[in-house]
């Protein structure tokens, strides 16, 4: 369950693009604290700055005012203390599955044949056994991504950062996904940032869901789910947090495109 | 904004299929060159086009042939100019394709760096390789020395041009990926933006070793000292032994087909085709 | 993040605004040029770099100065040059596209001559040159036929990929508009190609000016031409001359490309919508 020390501390955190009149702002004084060991999952409308904050987690970017804390630390570029998993899965293609897996463990001091044994688990945790030696581009979407948790999980990070993850796959993957993300996270207790547009994702997956504005975003609400796993996509509790999501969402969906 | 990695395609034959022809129709290239050899043949022999001008196929093959045999066995003419052209091009060629290499992912990879150089490059790069010859020369003298430092800088050119295009491609969103799981800064260079660029590279390669070839012929004619392929069609030219010419030709082809057809693309069969990437 | 219509791109520029930005590329473009040439001056002033084997840009400078004022010779070296390259260049084009053209569209032919072609595109251009040499002469002849021959290949070869690749179904609309011929090529075969002929002719010219600068060189009784400039430079041990003929070479080739070729495809390709994004 949920320690009460924050892992991940987002303090008052504005991010803008440009100068002068042609300035952008994508956050705007954002407050969040994220607990260890829980799932949670940021959702906003369109363009609200919520694929930003997570670039600004994982170091990609750094914020034009306030701080973000991992344990204490200040973020400031990326590091191995996180992991990431892409959208568009950025597996590295002159690699095999087990190449990519192992680079992160690799370039942190594993030893070659530590590294291997090590990505061969990870590989195995995500249901890819017999793939070890294939190239990305013979994959298909669902196991080049499930190729990207596995190589973001093997160095052992302390947060887990998903941008859209399954947003490129068909429906019928996606939801095995969802599923698949599900059992990966009970087994190896990570904490995780997930970002995504569906609310029928977020709801299925997050102890926490937390809504963004329209943009400049900033903090809108957050909703807890405390229901058991694995939950049922058609159930009453399921459906009405849905609504309470959706409320949230609503308003500022509405005003994202008035702009 | 990804780059889509796509199976490499299969090459189909083009045939209409037309039955009878299609089995002698792979005779049909053969013929225009059958025809002309024999044409040129006749002609000659029939003294109605100057021997020393457009030597005779066989000519040709008897100095060629001559070349080989005249001063074993201590060594063969033929061989040893081949061999001095062929030392010559590998030498500048690898100076060439791994200095620009080098040069090209290390600008490639920083902008200030790249806009500095880009303008640099843009001018220098359409000079002719024979034109340098003459400041070689002065430099560095006749033979081997000048040879292989115009071939270096001929082949050097579309390496950097290339290689810096690919780094400068690279999805970003790998970049990011290497560098969030904690790869250093020459691991991102060597591991990531290298073998993005391979494809890239290869072309470079392709081209700069094509460059490299026919530039170090060129200068051959100028600056080789006694050896070398240029320096052989060259010194049969001066003497007009047109046989030797048009053989020096005849080798010049081959040998770079044997060059390209061998090395660059089983090259590319084992790295950019294996990877997926389909060939720009 | 969200990015809104380009609003200039769509207006059009004012012409301050294309003059400001030209000035701006301008100057980046030539910030290196200023930095290496301070450097380099630095380094023979400071003795650096021995005076003989490497002038500085400021003897190079005076040495281009007096080249075209005083003995007025870089004029007529880069005229008869110049000369060689159009009339060499333009045979190239028209009789390269016409075998292009040819050869895409009689299969046969094409069969019966890709292998030689393909032998005779592989052989460095300045090889015909002893060739040219022992059969022309030793004079301009020899030179303009080797520019020729440079961009013949490049240009018949690039054609003929081209009209391969125009669309059949485009093709197939012409004719059943009732237009064959000549006329399908000019009005569909030609632009439809075009993309790949620009590219041939960028080529081309490539490899035109390499022939040019080659052919001078190695014909004796040349005694006129960019080429042969840097040649002769030998004889006088002049370095000086030697860098004004490379940098008269290196910038007439992308005047020639750049402004020439650029234009070409600016007009026609670009503002037809059939560039590939680059």
Known sequence: MSESTPIIEIRDVGKAYGKGSAQVVALNSVNLDITSGELNVLIGPSGCGKSTLLYLMAGFEKPTQGEILLDGTIIDRPGPDRGFVFQDYALFPWKTVLGNVMFGLINNGWSKREAREVAL?????????????????????????????????????????????????DAQTRKYMQQELVRVWEKTGKTVVFVTHSVIEAVFLADRIIVMTARPGTMKGCVEVDLPRPRDYTGRSYLAIREEVLDLLEEEVARSLQR | MGVSWRKPSVYVPSSDGSGGWARVRWLLPLLPIAVFLICWQV??????????????????????????????????????????????????????????????????TRRGLYRFFDPLITLFMPIPGIALAPLFIIWLGFGDPTIIAVGSIAAFFPLVYNTAAGVRSIDPQLVRAAHIMGASRTAVLFDVYLPWAAGHVLMGVK?????????????????????????????????LRAGGVYGGIALLV??????????????????????????? | MRVGVDQERLE??????????????????????????????????????????????????????????????????????????????????????????????????????????????????????????????????????????????????????????????????????????????????????????????????????????????????????????????????????MFVGLMVISVSGLLLDRVLLKWLEKETVERWGMLAER
């Open chain 2, 207 to 239: 081209l700069g070793l094509a460059r490299c070839w026919r530039t170090i012929v060129a200068v051959e004619f100028v600056a080789a000292a006694s050896w070398g392929l240029g320096y052989m069609i060259w010194d049969a030219a001066e003497y």
């Open chain 2, 43 to 108: 002609l000659s022999d029939a003294n109605l086009i100057s021997r020393s001008l457009f030597a005779a196929p066989t000519q040709v093959v008897d100095e060629l042939v001559a070349l080989h045999f005249r001063e074993l066995p201590t060594r063969s003419l033929l061989l040893s100019h081949i061999a001095a052209t062929l030392k010559r091009l590998l030498v500048a060629s690898f100076i060439g394709i791994l200095s620009g290499t080098l040069g090209g992912v290390f600008i490639g």
């Open chain 3, 12 to 241: 059009g520029m004012s012409p301050r605004k294309r003059v400001n930005r030209g000035l701006i590329r301008a100057r980046e473009f030539l910030f290196p040029f200023l930095v290496v040439g301070l450097s380099w001056e630095l380094l023979v002033r400071f003795q650096v770099i021995g005076l003989r084997t490497l002038p500085p840009p400021s003897a190079i400078l005076v040495e281009f100065w007096d080249l075209v004022w005083n003995k007025g010779v870089l004029i007529h070296h880069l005229s008869r040059s110049l000369y060689r390259l159009t009339i060499g260049y333009l045979l190239a084009v028209g009789l390269g596209i016409a075998v292009g053209t040819l050869l895409a569209v009689r299969k046969t032919l094409r069969e019966m001559f890709m292998p030689i072609l393909s032998m005779l595109i592989s052989v460095p251009t300045i090889a015909w040159v002893p060739v040219l040499l022992i059969t022309i002469g030793l004079g301009d002849n020899t030179v303009v036929t080797a520019i020729f021959l440079g961009g013949f290949f490049a240009i018949a070869y690039n054609t003929m990929r081209g009209i391969e690749m125009v669309n059949k179904d485009q093709v197939n609309a012409a004719r059943l508009m009732g237009v064959s011929g000549v006329k399908l090529f000019a009005s569909v075969l030609l632009p439809g190609s075009l993309v790949s002929i620009i590219t041939g002719l960028r080529l081309g010219i490539g490899y035109s000016w390499r022939a040019l600068v080659g052919g001078e060189m190695l014909s004796a009784l040349v005694e006129w031409g960019i080429g042969k400039m840097i040649y002769q430079a030998r004889f006088w041990n002049s370095v000086a001359v």
């Open chain 2, 254 to 280: 081959v040998i770079y087909l044997v060059i390209e057809k061998g090395l660059v693309n089983t090259l590319e069969k084992y790295t950019v085709e294996k990877w997926g990437i389909v060939r720009r």
């Open chain 1, 121 to 169: 688990e990870y590989i195995n945790l995500v249901n890819l056994d017999g793939f070890e030696h294939a190239y990305p581009h013979t994959l298909s979407g669902g196991m080049k991504q499930r190729v990207g948790i596995a190589r973001a999980l093997a160095y052992d990070p302390k947060v887990l950062l998903m941008d859209e993850p399954f947003g490129a796959l």
